[in-house]
């Protein structure tokens, strides 16, 4: 079964939507989300370093996610969090990984594949790192959802109930960088954050409480994959933008659906 | 009396410079005591000394052994995008137990309110919460701060009733810090003004015996507010023997 490029595609897409879900709702809560895309864009620079050694791509771009997040979340805990300084560093980083890709390596390598993601080549290895990857990040956001929810709500009040709310960030940098990984291959780096934020901000109107949000967030996440995956096979689209396309559509749904009930 | 938290000279520092000095402070089982003072005046950071959540830099301060604080932040915001009920609030970090957090909300007087969602819920709503989740700690002592900014002044009153009815239910000590100058609760049996150290201490006046200040803040307050009269001059004479005594 897993011989059929299609199948393991649309389990990839599965499985990164799953880890993305919970993630990308504490994206959404915390107003992370240039954040995100700061750490998804410095996967290019893991790819050219990748490229360059002739390492493996997941790892390339898990160190520096990594690196990236870790330092940006440490210059936002002096104060530097602002919106400009993080809109500087994700296009900046974008920028720059661009250019060293294309300065290392050789014309072959397919850049398109890395902003858009080239979900139908996924390997059956690939695919193996993809579940590891998500099953480690799902069951990491289960173990910590309550003190992560605290920290989210109020830093002081976490603090006063013995919280390390420095761990905590770091337990979201973490998830983030492997996240950003995983999902390279499936939506590439320009669309990691949508894919976080997008099915968290669509399930939104439908939840009363945090966990049915992550719940929602996961369906309409695989939902899309795997729309997506089936619309782009039929139309001959790039699947990234496909599957991102179809979770704005169920954005835009959930949200004016909620607004006509509220008449 | 038993003192609950005692600081004795204590000197605080935040964001690198020193927002109070020399404070001596003592609070008692079962008082009520408010804090008030113009803007940066020191007023969140002593409450955050007094919690232990910043250590002095001078002086010393002490908690009774076991002391259960129940604290209400001056303000939090909760984003839009985060769908939470009141019930699953409460239970974050912990679980609480059913009848606890019945309990909690009626003596905070939102009885109904468990199925709510947090960002549907009014200023005065949100305060009672706040409230409530405090009340879960079974506390000696509440310390809220500046717990009714952006209420108007009935919602005020009816919020400092409800501190009231809690105290004398529970008997626990009141700390809290006033953003009105002028205003602050009736009941409170002392108050504190603070401007970089302690100006000056004293009683309020009960609003409910001076027509003229009824008519100032309505009747709709039903003797919940008071007026903290201030006497400059002996702000000055306590400073004077404040720099004298160092």
Redesign the interface.
């Known amino acids: 079964m897993l011989d059929d490029f299609i199948v393991r595609a649309a389990l990839a897409g599965v499985g990164v939507s799953l880890a993305a879900a919970p993630l990308g709702c504490f994206v959404?809560?915390?107003?992370m989300a240039y954040f995100g895309d700061a750490t998804a864009h410095a996967a290019l620079l893991g790819v050219a370093l990748a490229l360059a050694l002739d390492g493996p791509v997941i790892v390339g771009v898990l160190a520096v996610a990594l690196v990236v997040g870790v330092s940006v979340s440490m210059l936002s805990d002096r104060g530097l969090g602002a919106d400009t300084i993080l809109g500087v560093l994700a296009h900046g980083l974008l920028a720059v990984g661009l250019l060293v890709i294309s300065l290392t390596s050789d014309t072959r390598v397919d850049i398109m594949g890395f902003l858009v993601g080239d979900i139908l080549s996924v390997s059956k290895a690939e695919l193996g790192l993809v579940w590891l990857g998500a099953i480690s990040v799902t069951a990491l956001m289960i173990w910590r959802w309550?003190?992560l929810?605290?920290v989210?709500?109020?830093p002081?009040?976490?603090?006063?109930?013995g919280?390390n709310t420095r761990a905590e960030q770091l337990v979201l940098t973490l998830s983030l960088a492997v996240v950003v990984a995983v999902a390279i291959k499936v939506v590439g780096a320009l669309l990691i954050s949508a894919l976080l934020i997008i099915p968290a901000?669509a399930a939104?109107p439908l939840?009363?409480?945090?966990e049915?949000?992550a719940m929602i967030a996961a369906v309409i996440g695989v939902g899309c994959a795997l729309g997506g995956l089936g619309a782009a096979f039929h139309w001959d689209t790039q699947t990234g933008p496909t599957i991102i396309a179809l979770a704005a559509l169920a954005f835009v749904i959930t949200h004016l659906a909620r607004a006509a009930l509220r008449r | 009396m038993s003192a609950l938290i005692v600081a004795q000279n204590m000197s605080l520092r935040q964001g690198g410079k020193t927002v109070l000095a020399n404070v001596d402070f003592q609070i008692n089982r079962g008082e009520i005591v408010t804090i008030v003072g113009p803007n940066g005046s020191g007023k969140s950071t002593l409450l955050r000394g007094l919690?232990g959540?910043i250590r002095p830099i001078t002086g010393t301060v002490e908690q009774a052994k076991s002391l259960k604080i129940g604290?209400v932040?001056q303000s939090?915001h909760?984003?839009s995008?985060?769908?939470?009920?009141v019930r699953?609030?409460l239970n974050?970090?912990?679980r609480i137990d059913k009848d606890a957090m019945r309990g909690a909300l009626d003596r905070a007087g939102v009885p109904d309110k468990a199925d709510a969602?947090l960002s549907q819920l009014s200023g005065g709503q949100f305060q009672r919460v706040m409230l409530a989740r405090a009340l879960l700690a079974r506390p000696d002592i509440l310390i809220l701060d500046e717990a009714t900014q952006g209420l108007d002044q009935s919602g005020s009153a009816a919020f400092y009733r409800q501190i009231e009815e809690v105290r004398q239910e529970l008997g626990c000590a009141v700390l809290m810090v006033s953003h009105d100058l002028h205003v602050v609760m009736a009941a409170s049996d002392r108050v504190l003004c603070l401007n970089g150290h302690v100006c000056c201490e004293g009683t309020p006046d009960i609003v409910a015996s001076a027509p003229e200040y009824r008519a100032l803040f309505g009747t709709g307050t039903q003797g919940a507010l008071a007026l903290y009269r201030h006497d400059h001059d002996h702000n000055h004479h306590h400073d004077h023997t404040h720099d004298h005594s160092h």
Do not use: E, G, H
């Open positions: 959404v809560w915390r107003r309550n003190a929810l605290s989210t709500l109020n002081d009040l976490a603090r006063a109930s919280i901000a939104r939840s009363r409480t945090p049915a949000m | 919690i959540a604290y932040p939090l909760v984003d995008t985060l769908p939470l009920t699953r609030f974050i970090p912990k969602q």
